[in-house]
């Protein structure tokens, strides 16, 4: 039995089909899912996809139990200002359910990257800036901003804040920045290495052990195979890992065999999963993955 916390994403992208945000959203929470996660995927390119804050606000009124992701928010894209107002009105018509996501970003070439002239260089260094001021702005504490001295209110508690990325820099950001580190698509045995890496980190700059958050995707579905043979080539093609690590990543198979990879990354470190649904059929998907997380803690 483990107890590790399980998430299901949801597409802001199929406008018409089962998987409406809305929809998806009451079908997890009913389903007896731990939390929703919305990513934040503007490109600017007339691909249908809905901004993930007005996401996020319509699952908030629309659910009462499941924490809401943000998987991971851009923050180059998002004024600081702006931005905490909008996590204070989020936690406030949530009642702080709100899990905040964070990442530099995977589209910096995009149209809405340069008509919004977000820095396309040292990001690293933008992310950090916004993760310190931001607290501040949330707990509506005055705050310079640009020169000016805002305060914003009614406050509102600060969301966990969940570092995203693979790379060294992410997990030391984990550390100084973020109560955790949200990592993706990588086999048990890469999440093992790496989350070791992070108590280790932690240890030495005097830090509780951050929490470790993967998320990756599942295909249990008719098409299954093809959306795995799909997954296999964006692993190796475009996030370079071997054939051998990218076997190992995609989730496939009966709810027992779903509910073995789980147990799998949750002794590898991981506190909570976020599982992606890929391919036809969600509503079925998502209740073969509602019976391995029962399987996972019977």
């Known amino acids: 039995m483990t107890t590790v916390r399980i998430g299901v994403g949801i597409s802001t992208s199929d406008l018409d089909g089962q998987h409406k945000v809305v929809a998806a959203a009451r079908q997890a929470e009913q389903a007896g899912f731990d939390s929703v996660s919305i990513a934040d ?5 007339g691909g249908p996809t809905l901004e993930c804050v007005v996401a996020a606000a319509a699952v908030a ?22 931005l905490a107002a909008q996590i204070q009105a989020l936690q406030h018509v949530s009642d702080n359910r709100i899990v905040l996501g964070v990442g530099i970003g995977g589209f910096p070439d995009s149209p809405l990257w340069r008509a919004l002239g977000a820095p396309r260089r040292r990001r690293d260094r933008v992310i ?6 931001l607290p501040r702005l949330v707990a509506g504490e005055p705050t310079a901003v640009n020169g000016e001295v805002i305060t914003l209110g009614p406050p509102a508690p600060m969301p966990v804040v969940l570092i995203g990325g693979h790379s060294d820099h992410a997990i030391r950001r984990s550390v100084s920045h973020g109560d955790g580190w949200f990592p993706s698509l990588m086999s048990p045995a890469t999440l093992a290495r790496r989350a070791a890496t992070l108590r280790d980190l932690a240890v030495a700059e005097g830090r509780a052990r ?9 295909a249990l579905g008719p098409d299954a195979a093809e959306k795995r043979a799909e997954m296999l080539r ?19 198979g009966s709810a027992a065999q779903v509910a073995d990879r789980l147990a799998e990354y949750a002794a590898a470190g991981a506190d909570s999963l976020t599982i992606v649904l890929d391919g036809r ?3 079925a998907q ?13």
């Open 281 to 283: 059929d969600w509503e």
């Open 234 to 252: 964006t692993l190796t093609e475009n996030f370079g890992l071997t054939p051998e690590d990218a076997a190992s990543v995609p989730i496939t």
């Open 210 to 218: 951050p929490l470790v958050h993967f998320g990756t995707h599942a």
């Open 61 to 82: 009124a629309a659910t009462e139990r499941v924490r809401i992701e943000f998987g991971v928010l851009v923050l180059p894209t998002r004024h600081i200002a702006w």
């Open 128 to 133: 950090e800036g916004m993760l310190d001021v």
């Open 41 to 45: 995927v503007l490109r600017g390119d």
């Open 286 to 298: 998502l209740d073969v993955l509602a019976e391995a997380r029962a399987l996972l803690r019977a």
